[in-house]
């Protein structure tokens, strides 16, 4: 069970994969809501950040309490006895859950997410592909048996979504309702039928 301590604290890593908008609109709801994030972006992420984004890299950075180079096997998140609340990967590509699934540990973005896994906290990826081979599919199933939670970011529509932002913040809040933040950025369905 996480105290107060811990949950405050929120690895965000950002990989390669299309959708970088995921994982800074976290960092700014986690900034926010004064929780303190630990950032890792992924070589790839840099490229894509800069492709779909308006953001530099240093902006993205800025957002984030802490960054880390995804080089930096020693940082202080890939220690158990660091106390954090869990990591969130958003969005991630393929080729980290595929070095997650199977223990690879080479660079920091994988090295924090077996941490979590070994001290059982929570760890959720935003897995970014599609459509998914059985090879994509196989590698979800591992993870979520080591306790991992597999929550790609699939738009719903009941709140009747005005704009990307909409759909954007609808994903991540339901992300962080994992981890019993709330955001109050989505109209929760209340079993009734909008008219």
């Known amino acids: 069970m996480?105290?107060?301590g811990d949950v405050k604290k929120i690895v965000v890593a950002i990989s390669g994969a299309s959708g970088a908008v995921y994982g800074i609109r976290l960092l700014e709801i986690l900034r926010d809501l004064n929780l303190e994030s630990h950032l890792i972006i992924s070589k790839a992420a840099q490229l894509t950040i800069i492709h779909e984004t308006n953001y530099s890299i240093q902006q993205?950075?800025?957002i984030a309490n802490y960054c880390y180079s995804a080089s930096d096997i020693g940082a202080k998140i890939a220690s158990g006895s660091f106390r954090i609340g869990g990591m969130i990967i958003a969005?991630?590509?393929m080729k980290t859950l595929a070095t997650i699934a199977c223990g690879i540990e080479d660079n920091l973005i994988s090295?924090?997410?077996s941490v979590i896994l070994k001290e059982r906290k929570k760890l959720v990826l935003m897995?970014?592909?599609t459509p998914f081979h059985t090879g994509h599919i196989e590698n979800m199933l591992?993870?979520?048996?080591y306790g991992g939670i597999i929550s790609p970011p699939?738009?719903?529509f009941y709140s009747l979504p005005k704009s990307l932002d909409d759909i954007v913040n609808h994903s991540v809040a339901r992300v962080l309702d994992i981890f019993d933040i709330d955001s109050n950025l989505i109209k929760r369905w209340d079993g009734?039928?909008?008219n």
């Open 2 to 4: 996480m105290n107060d």
């Open 60 to 62: 993205v950075k800025d």
């Open 91 to 93: 969005p991630c590509s």
């Open 111 to 113: 090295r924090t997410a």
């Open 127 to 129: 897995v970014r592909e």
């Open 142 to 145: 591992k993870v979520s048996s």
């Open 154 to 156: 699939v738009p719903a």
């Open 192 to 194: 009734n039928i909008i």
